[in-house]
């Protein structure tokens, strides 16, 4: 139940920001870092809304441990630690 949402989460996690930064032809250490701070925002954003999802799936599964669960996934799998794990070149 949970994992359909975190998933989700994560196909946007990077918004194919990574990849752009393969094709470029030059990329400099300002856009890098910019780039950077963008994917950890952008997994700062995903763990927040998932965190406030977590009452919205427990009532519509009707299941009180959802919130609970939801809430756990939310921090472990941290969207925020794969927006730090983004490459630097």
Not at 73 to 80: A, I, K, R, Y
């Amino acid at each position: 139940m949970v994992v359909a949402v975190t998933g989700l989460g994560q196909a946007f996690a990077d918004l194919g920001l990574s990849e752009a930064t393969i094709q470029s032809q030059e990329i400099n250490h300002n856009q890098v870092s910019t780039l950077f701070w963008i994917n950890v925002g952008i997994g700062v954003v995903l763990t927040a809304i998932t965190i406030c999802l977590a009452p919205v799936l427990a009532w519509f599964y009707k299941q009180a441990s959802v919130e609970k669960i939801t809430f756990v996934f939310s921090l472990t799998l941290s969207f925020v630690v794969y927006g730090f794990s983004t490459r630097q070149f």
